[in-house]
């Protein structure tokens, strides 16, 4: 929270949602409903935040920074449920917070960070229920926190298609009687997994209870009605949808992971020769050997058939390429998000899980090395540490940066 209260003003994509949350704490019906291409859930946390704290940066903020921390404590969840260590659990939640994605998201008003620490605690249900004979339980909880990451941004639904999805295929290979030649307990798949688990179950997991969740959130804009409802979900549709006019930053889907293009959410001069800088990049320290590290989960997987390593490539894949089969005809690299938090759970499992993994010391040399570039990023992420431009200019490694 140091300095996130500035800027002062309305930065970035914050004129679109901070009006919109102001809208929702007036009397409705809203005509016309301010940013209607979006679900209300993420802008009801930030207006009754604006409630509590008032009409100002605190209060449009709060929420987002508070999502940001319980992110932090998803990831966490999710790597214990994965690794069954407290360590490598610690390092996952590290490296969240160092990758500077996390800590930039969680310091603007915007409705990212709302969908992807929902995401993240449906993720973190679903290894659990993964890995249980009667998954029931954990797989309604996961799909709940789908539902609810889906009413902020209908990208959150990305997770809960991928949980789908990974639960049609296991059922598939079941019903073809599949079995592994020397299967063992690290085996992703196994003909015994879940042997009560019914095609009934999965709907209600995830289908009736993510509905119901999603639909709840609605009822503070549009009540009780139906017809509302459907015709807000078709507006959102057409809205993103429709062709959109060239942005100055905007980036496509396969650059993302090598982080071409980042978005400056603020550039501002101060009085003196130094500048108010926050930009979305993400820490290259440690999304740059992620990519190395899913190399080895494909390669587990594949050859060992671990099931930390399906699922790490199921999460980090499954929520990215879904932006390729989209109609949606611009991108952001915070789109990028969901997958690059993942990303710190394929560098945990190679620094310590995968078939040649180093000793453990290496991984926490690699955490305090990514903490070298978090630190180094700090003056073009916080606005009110402010930045000359020689640092700028040397932080500045690429022209597609700028």
Known sequence: MIGFTTPDKIAFDEVHYVPAAKQLLEKGPYAPLLNPMHPPLAKEFMAVSIRIFGDTPLGWRYPSVLFGALAIVAIYLCALALFASQGAALAAAALTFLNQMVF??????????????????????????????????????AGLCFGLAGASKWSGFFP?????????????????????????????YRPDRWPDFRYYHLALCFVLVPALAYFITWIPVSGFSISGFIEAQRRIFAENSAQHPPHLYMSA????????????????????????AIVFLGNPLILWPALAALVICARDFIVARRTQAFLILAFYFGPWLAWATLPRTIGFIYY?????????????????????APPRWVLWVFVAASAAGFLALLPISVSSLGVTMQSYQRLMIFQSWI
């Open 160 to 188: 809960l298609g991928v949980a789908i999805a990974i639960i049609g295929f296991v059922r598939l290979l079941q019903g073809w009687r599949t079995q592994f030649a020397e299967a063992n307990e690290e085996d992703w």
């Open 336 to 356: 990028y998000l969901p997958s690059a938090t993942v990303a710190s759970l394929a560098l945990v499992y190679a620094l310590t899980q995968g078939e040649r």
């Open 253 to 276: 889907w396969p650059s993302w992971p090598l982080l071409m293009r980042p978005i400056w959410y603020q550039f501002d001069k101060m009085a003196d020769e130094r500048f108010q």
């Open 104 to 141: 930039v998201q969680s310091r603007i008003a915007m409705l990212d960070i709302y969908a992807l620490t929902l995401d993240l605690f449906g993720i973190a249900a679903f290894i659990y229920g993964y890995r249980q004979q009667r998954p029931e339980r954990a797989f309604a909880l």
